[in-house]
């Protein structure tokens, strides 16, 4: 058999286009990194000055002019912990039953369509639905539950489209060497496919966290407070929360000028949560890597 004998020119040519591809790449690569870091310096230059343990423990005052924030904090951690109740199981066995149970038919497409529909609606969308279903249909009022239920809502699409595709990857042979060894389809879902699908689902599931995290237009509709300085006794209750505590403080207070440094300073501690978050999931995800590498 003959091999094809390139020009020594048009070898050449291929050589420069992808020297030169493989630069533009790395180029845009870490111009998104130096992006990241001009960012994070800029809120840590503005912020930091402010941080400290009063701030990060105490209520504010003084028209919010002075104190801390640790009700929006507090605020912001169970809203986040209230919409993965929510939204983990449902989004998890809801991309489950599409890779494993339903027949790849014109409704698991369908499915798919509306999922990949509902992630690019805007949050704002969600807020509005959240208010009209829980806070005023269902008589939740402006409450954690309200705003916990409709933050579910918006993360749901993500969780489910992860957990579909990082199980669409695993090999139907390990899924039938399961079945012929005896075991039955759920035991084959729980035991063996889950768990190796189980650090890029997580990988979605912190993704939604760090998106719950930072929206303020659904639980401006839903249960945030311009000004909750104690701390929720029920889930039922208001509460103050770090994206629109940082929206009022950023527009709307009492004293611009002097709410400007505190503006930095919570920014500065939501970015930290979700780095923590994130980090934490990087821990999980190897966790769950080495398992697989064990067994």
Same mark, same amino acid.
């Given at each position: 058999?003959?091999?094809?004998?390139?020009?020594?020119?048009?070898?050449? $040519?291929?050589? $420069?286009? #992808?020297?030169?591809?493989?630069?533009?790449?790395?180029?845009?690569?870490?111009?998104?990194?130096?992006?990241?870091?001009?960012?994070?310096?800029?809120?840590? *230059?503005?912020?930091?000055?402010?941080?400290?343990?009063?701030?990060?423990? #105490?209520?504010?005052?003084? =028209?919010?002019?002075?104190? =801390?924030?640790?009700?929006? @904090?507090?605020?912001?951690?169970?809203?986040?912990?209230? !919409?993965?109740?929510?939204?983990?199981?449902?989004?998890?066995?809801? =991309?489950?039953?599409?890779?494993?149970?339903? %027949?790849?038919?014109?409704?698991?497409?369908?499915?798919?369509?509306?999922?990949?529909?509902? %992630?690019?609606?805007?949050?704002?969308?969600?807020?509005?639905?959240?208010?009209?279903?829980?806070?005023?249909? /269902?008589?939740?009022?402006?409450?954690?539950?309200?705003? !916990?239920?409709?933050?579910?809502?918006?993360?749901?699409? /993500?969780?489910?489209?992860?957990?579909?595709? &990082? /199980?669409?990857?695993?090999?139907? +042979? @390990?899924?039938?060497? %399961?079945?012929?060894?005896?075991?039955?389809?759920? #035991?084959? @879902?729980?035991?063996?496919?889950?768990?190796?699908?189980?650090?890029?689902?997580?990988?979605?599931?912190?993704?939604?966290? +760090? $998106?719950?995290?930072?929206?303020? &237009?659904?639980?401006?509709?839903?249960?945030? &407070?311009?000004?909750?300085?104690?701390?929720?006794? %029920?889930?039922?209750?208001?509460?103050?929360?770090?994206?629109?505590?940082? *929206?009022?403080?950023?527009?709307? +207070?009492?004293?611009?000028? &002097?709410?400007?440094?505190?503006? *930095? =300073?919570?920014?500065?501690?939501?970015?930290? @949560?979700?780095?923590?978050?994130?980090? /934490?999931?990087?821990?999980?995800?190897?966790?769950?890597?080495? $398992?697989?590498?064990?067994?």
């Amino acid at each position: 058999m003959n091999t094809p004998v390139f020009p020594v020119g048009q070898h050449l $040519r291929k050589r $420069r286009s #992808q020297s030169v591809a493989f630069f533009v790449f790395t180029l845009l690569s870490y111009l998104i990194v130096l992006i990241f870091f001009v960012i994070l310096g800029f809120i840590l *230059y503005k912020g930091a000055s402010v941080i400290s343990w009063d701030f990060l423990t #105490q209520a504010p005052e003084d =028209g919010m002019t002075a104190g =801390g924030i640790f009700p929006a @904090i507090v605020g912001t951690l169970l809203l986040m912990l209230g !919409s993965a109740v929510v939204s983990f199981p449902i989004g998890i066995m809801s =991309g489950i039953y599409m890779n494993e149970y339903a %027949s790849k038919g014109w409704v698991v497409k369908f499915i798919r369509l509306m999922t990949n529909n509902l %992630s690019g609606v805007p949050s704002i969308v969600f807020g509005l639905f959240g208010m009209a279903l829980f806070v005023k249909y /269902l008589g939740f009022g402006d409450s954690i539950l309200a705003g !916990s239920l409709t933050l579910g809502l918006l993360s749901l699409p /993500l969780i489910i489209r992860t957990t579909e595709e &990082a /199980l669409k990857d695993i090999p139907d +042979g @390990i899924r039938e060497g %399961s079945l012929a060894l005896g075991a039955t389809k759920l #035991q084959t @879902i729980w035991k063996v496919v889950l768990p190796m699908g189980m650090p890029r689902i997580i990988t979605g599931l912190i993704l939604s966290l +760090g $998106r719950v995290s930072g929206e303020t &237009a659904p639980i401006l509709f839903t249960c945030a &407070a311009y000004f909750f300085p104690q701390l929720p006794t %029920s889930i039922l209750d208001q509460c103050m929360a770090l994206p629109y505590h940082l *929206y009022v403080i950023s527009t709307s +207070g009492t004293d611009i000028e &002097a709410q400007q440094p505190i503006a *930095y =300073g919570t920014a500065l501690v939501l970015i930290v @949560i979700v780095l923590v978050i994130n980090l /934490l999931a990087g821990l999980l995800r190897k966790y769950f890597e080495k $398992r697989l590498k064990i067994k």
